[in-house]
């Protein structure tokens, strides 16, 4: 039983458990009533305290946001004032220095003890929140804050105090933060029980509610932020799927008005007929652009939810059949074999035929990329309530790691071996997608090495909102055309074609400062066929060239006979520009040949990324002939002043009787040594030089002038002994500069020494 009692001269809420035991004599008469008293206060409290950390627990664990949050913990305590008679809780905005109410018990919000909004600069609010958060220990222990009667009057006890029951003079108010130094981010202004004592227990069951609160804005605040940044992504994706879309429909209509005059130009013999190897090359190329920008906006308006499929009963054997024959040739050119295995099924399937056609072009797009030797199958027939179309190849397969993201957009497979690195990482999703609006599913097997295989369901029989009728004939469209073309041109090499390109005549070097010399090989190095062909024919007017594929092929090329110049692509398959540089940079027999990289991402940090991984120059793709020629000149023509200055250094060398040697710019690297006989020569970097060369009683004192010199940036001399090739000491007096380049920095070291083991010999011998 609850009740209020007169402690130590104040009214105390207590709680007492009543006993009635009746007292009776020999007989068993009832002689009286024995009513013992046990004060509960303690226990009671502990446990009407943990109740309500428990329900602000509960009833706070979802809240979306921070102010969700704050109105969820005000219900949980309005619903039990006995120890929280009233409750505040203001959110802190340090952007506009105030603090906004944002859950409120007991107390009316808005009213005058309840306000809306807290000044945090300016004060002037019933509530000191700015000199709570301007105190530094008002930041851990909180402010304890009297007088309430006079500050706020009209305040009562909570409804369910006993009778004769105070209403709370006393309010903690107790700022709220992630960690004991972090920014507070909330306040708590909590009522105390007027008739509860304020000491340690009560004093730590408000601690533990901040805290509780605490963890609850904080987890709040987390899952507003996500929610916020989830809503972004999907408002970034919902608008990059439109500008997709969009720049997707107007690329179509100038490449449409390209495609008709260049077809007609191929048709019409005359003046065009000189330069029909180029217009078919720009035909050809534009046509892969609007299949390209077809895919992306097929793509795009299937992510929009835009995309409808228009089914119709098919023969799917007999349509499979004519797309997989347009593969021929290409799987032909290729080396492979093409089988395909589709009987007729026993009723026609209901299927979109131009998605079909996409379906079926890009698996087997895909398969003859990445399929070198033996062949594809393609298989299609019914299983239970399903067709089934399986792609199958022998090639290169998948790593087991990247088979969950086959069908991601975007995602490609890194290094893999393919025929080509083109591509725009969208033909597998886009294949998924459409297979999904047939309410059927695509699954792929793979083992490295070992092939992989495209499994394909579609349900059979007649759509619910279909009429039935006879299957409709599906004429095989130009897409699985355009794709059996490009897949044919992947293996096709460098063709040239003097009098039908033109592009052998060296019109574009007329006005340029080019010197042409057909001893200068350039190696041209790209994946595209007809890039290859053109970058063939543009540099061959001044300059021997030779092509390669891809990388592999290329650094085979390069050490069985180093060009003078090597034009990489970027993005190749097997071995892209930048591995193919390291390659180069790393081999001493070719590491001091200019490289000009081609990329199509253009961008400032993509070029500044090129130039650091040492290529020499970068060009972005599209670029103009003349400059491309332009910087290839030049290249060449600062690595032929190189040659000669190392020809002129070399003869300088051969020419001096003193032993010549560089070092890095940190001495650490021996890079280069001519020991005329004095000391043993090297032709490779050696880091070991000093324990070489250096007399071990020397050395000290060597790398002493070494770091000398190193630090003033000037002349290192030093006479001292050293090891000679028979194992016997010598003195030498050796000098070293640094070369600097244009901005001032150290490349390295060039040094002379003179053998002075004879005159010290004499020296010696005469003062002796």
């Not at 909570?158 to 992630?178: F, H, S, W």
């Not at 909590?190 to 533990?208: C, I, T």
Request: hydrophobic share 45%; charged share 25%; net charge negative.
């Amino acid at each position: 039983m609850p009740m209020l009692m007169d402690r130590n001269g104040s009214l105390e809420e207590v709680y007492v458990t009543f006993t009635y035991s009746p007292i009776t004599d020999d007989r068993g008469s009832v002689l009286g009533i024995q009513n013992s008293v046990l004060d509960t206060t303690a226990t009671m409290v502990a446990e009407r305290r943990m109740a309500l950390l428990r329900t602000v627990a509960a009833e706070t664990a979802g809240a979306r946001t921070p102010e969700h949050a704050c109105e969820l913990a005000a219900g949980a305590l309005g619903r039990s004032p006995a120890d929280v008679p009233f409750a505040l809780l203001y959110l802190i905005d340090q952007t506009r220095r105030e603090g906004r109410l944002a859950g409120a018990a007991g107390l009316t919000a808005g009213s005058f003890a309840a306000p809306q909004v807290v000044d945090l600069i300016n004060g002037g609010s019933v509530w000191p929140l700015s000199a709570l958060l301007g105190d530094p220990g008002g930041h851990h222990g909180g402010m304890l804050l009297d007088g309430l009667t006079g500050r706020l009057g009209g305040l009562l006890a909570p409804p369910p105090a006993p009778p004769g029951a105070l209403p709370p003079e006393t309010a903690l108010l107790m700022p709220i933060a992630a960690g004991p130094d972090d920014e507070v981010y909330a306040v708590l202004v909590a009522g105390l029980n007027r008739h509860q004592p304020f000491d340690e227990a009560y004093r730590g069951f408000l601690d533990m509610l901040a805290g509780q609160i605490g963890a609850t804005l904080a987890l709040a605040h987390t899952r507003h932020r996500e929610r916020q940044s989830l809503d972004k992504l999907a408002e970034l994706d919902r608008v990059k799927t439109e500008f997709f879309s969009n720049v997707s429909h107007e690329f179509r209509t100038p490449l449409t008005l390209m495609l008709g005059p260049l077809e007609e130009m191929l048709r019409r013999p005359g003046d065009a007929a000189t330069n029909s190897g180029e217009i078919a090359l720009m035909y050809r190329n534009a046509q892969r652009l609007l299949r390209l920008v077809g895919t992306l906006l097929d793509f795009s308006q299937a992510e929009a939810g835009r995309l409808r499929a228009a089914f119709v009963p098919t023969d799917l054997a007999a349509l499979t059949t004519d797309i997989v024959s347009m593969f021929a040739g290409a799987a032909e050119a290729a080396g492979l074999k093409l089988t395909i295995d589709a009987p007729p099924l026993p009723g026609p399937v209901w299927v979109d035929p131009e998605m079909w056609e996409k379906i079926v072009s890009n698996l087997l797009s895909n398969a003859l990329k990445f399929t070198w030797e033996g062949g594809v199958t393609v298989l299609l027939r019914p299983v239970e309530r399903h067709a089934e179309l399986i792609v199958r190849d022998s090639g290169v397969g998948i790593p087991e790691a990247d088979l969950p993201y086959v069908f991601k957009r975007f995602h490609r497979v890194r290094d893999a071996r393919g025929r080509t690195h083109e591509g725009a990482g969208i033909g597998l999703a886009l294949v998924d997608e459409l297979v999904r609006r047939h309410h059927g599913r695509v699954r792929v097997t793979s083992r490295p090495d070992s092939g992989t295989a495209f499994t394909v369901w579609i349900p059979m029989g007649r759509r619910p909102d279909s009429t039935g009728g006879e299957p409709a004939p599906a004429p095989v469209g130009g897409l699985a055309e355009s794709m059996a073309r490009e897949a044919a041109h992947w293996d096709v090499g460098a063709r040239r074609d003097d009098e039908a390109a033109g592009l052998d005549d060296p019109s574009v070097l007329r006005d340029l400062p080019v010197r042409a010399f057909s001893e200068i090989r350039v190696l041209v190095v790209d994946d595209n066929p007809d890039m290859r062909d053109y970058l063939e024919r543009l540099l061959g007017a001044a300059w021997t060239v030779v092509v390669a594929s891809d990388g592999e092929q290329a650094l085979r090329t390069a050490r069985r006979d180093p060009p003078d110049l090597i034009l990489a692509d970027v993005m190749m398959p097997r071995m892209d520009g930048f591995a193919l540089l390291h390659e180069i940079r790393a081999d001493p027999a070719l590491a001091g040949t200019p490289v000009v990289l081609l990329t199509a991402r253009a961008g400032e940090e993509t070029a500044i990324g090129g130039l650091l991984a040492g290529a020499d120059d970068y060009v972005v793709k599209p670029f103009a002939a003349r400059e491309l020629v332009a910087r290839i000149d030049a290249q060449l023509q600062m690595a032929r002043m190189r040659r000669v200055s190392e020809r002129r250094f070399r003869t300088l060398r051969d020419a001096s009787f003193d032993v010549v040697y560089r070092m890095s710019a940190d001495w650490r690297i021996l890079q280069a040594l001519d020991g005329h006989g004095f000391l043993a020569d090297i032709t490779e970097p050696t880091a070991s030089w000093l324990d070489t060369y250096i007399d071990p009683a020397d050395q000290p004192e060597v790398l002493a002038a070494v770091n000398a010199a190193i630090e003033s940036r000037g002349v290192f001399q030093l006479e001292h002994r050293v090891r000679r090739p028979d194992g016997t000491l010598g003195r030498m007096l050796s000098r070293a500069v640094p070369l600097f380049d244009d901005d001032g920095e150290i490349i390295e070291w060039i040094g002379t020494a003179t053998d002075l083991t004879g005159v010290r010999s004499v020296a010696d011998h005469n003062r002796s």
